[in-house]
């Protein structure tokens, strides 16, 4: 059975440091893109960061810069680093991981919310 458990959501003032770590488990984690997503209320889902089997990293525009996405293969562990956080980075984030021969799996997401 494929798990994808997301933790390190929380409460952070503005220009705060939150690091999210997604465990995987069921899946060959070393040759999957592992990617961080996160939707906003009454938004859509948006591409955050991902990062290939093979270390090759994207970000959206509007995270360049302040965030940075890595995974340990050992631990079969993603994470998200985020620094100076915004009122605008609040929302629930999703980690998803893709593999072309097994397909697409989704987290149930943990919530970063950025207020003072």
């Known amino acids: 059975q494929v798990q994808l458990v997301e933790s390190g959501g929380a409460l952070v003032q503005p220009g705060g440091s939150l690091r999210l770590s997604c465990a995987a488990s069921g899946i060959a984690f070393s040759v999957n893109t592992m990617a961080w997503h996160r939707q906003a209320p009454g938004k859509q889902r948006e591409l955050v960061a991902s990062?290939?089997?093979?270390?090759?990293?994207n970000y959206a525009d509007s995270v360049k810069g302040r965030f940075t996405i890595s995974r340990d293969n050992v631990k079969n562990t993603a994470y998200l680093q985020m620094n100076t956080l915004k009122p605008e980075d609040t929302a629930v984030y999703y980690c998803?991981?893709?593999?072309?021969?097994?397909?697409?799996?989704w987290g149930r997401g943990t919530q970063v919310t950025v207020s003072s």
């Open positions: 990062i290939t089997s093979g270390g090759t990293v």
């Open positions: 998803n991981s893709y593999y072309i021969y097994t397909g697409t799996y």
